[in-house]
């Protein structure tokens, strides 16, 4: 059971698109992850009046037992981190000084980083297997939303900033940098700072700063 967060619910993705998608997954031979459940808890944990910061991922991770429904993150117990979150984890080292080696962003989201994955499922051991099931309509939906308000967008790579046209017009901050994967991550986002530039922002708008150790 893969229950709709009650306060996107209204978003017209739910209504349009994921009858199908749902219908799609409980066809899926293979197994699926995150564990239905998880699959909207970015959504869960960060709703639209507090989300303040936005860090788009591509899809869950394929590996059993690591993703738990946010980008980026991996459940609490998993020792060998995914190289993509050890580069993001190197980078607010050297940021901020920082030193994390616990997986587990829940902390960021329940503060107001919405980490949102552009597909939501992915079958096990197949990365972007299920990049056309039509899970990008909600990415786009969610984005709309949230940016009606001045928010911090995060976009590594490519398939995140080709999102960047479905924000609206305000006074947000963009980050664009290359993926943190170990494929792309010297090519622009070691050194780009994001963590303390997020902060910078905030803290110029009176907010409260991401405790991005938590």
């Given at each position: 059971m893969t229950p709709v967060p009650?306060?996107?619910?209204?978003?017209?993705?739910?209504?349009?698109?994921?009858?199908?998608?749902?219908?799609?997954?409980?066809?899926?031979?293979?197994p699926v992850l995150p564990p239905a459940p998880q699959r909207?808890?970015?959504?869960?944990?960060?709703?639209p009046d507090r989300a303040r910061v936005v860090i788009l991922g591509q899809d869950p991770y394929p590996t059993p037992g690591h993703a738990?429904?946010?980008?980026?993150?991996?459940?609490?117990?998993?020792?060998?981190?995914?190289?993509?979150?050890?580069?993001?984890f190197r980078e607010l080292r050297d940021d901020l000084e920082i030193s994390r080696t616990n997986g587990d962003l829940r902390g960021w989201a329940r503060?107001?980083?919405?980490?949102?994955?552009?597909?939501?499922?992915v079958p096990e051991g197949a990365p972007d297997g299920h990049a056309g099931l039509g899970w990008d309509r909600l990415a786009r939906q969610v984005i709309d939303r949230v940016s009606a308000r001045p928010t911090a967008f995060v976009l590594w790579g490519?398939?995140?900033?080709?999102?960047?046209n479905h924000?609206?017009?305000?006074?947000h901050l963009i980050l664009k940098t290359a993926h943190p994967s170990p494929l792309s991550a010297r090519r622009g986002f070691f050194g780009s700072r994001p963590f303390s530039a997020v902060n910078r922002w905030l803290a110029g708008r009176g907010e409260p700063e991401i405790d991005w150790s938590a």
């Open positions: 009650a306060p996107w619910a209204d978003l017209p993705f739910f209504t349009e698109d994921w009858p199908r998608i749902r219908a799609a997954l409980e066809a899926e031979t293979r909207f808890a970015a959504l869960e944990l960060t709703p738990h429904g946010l980008a980026f993150s991996v459940e609490p117990d998993v020792a060998a981190l995914p190289r993509s979150l050890v580069n993001i503060q107001g980083v919405l980490l949102l994955n552009t597909s939501l499922s490519r398939k995140a900033q080709a999102l960047a924000i609206t017009t305000g006074d």
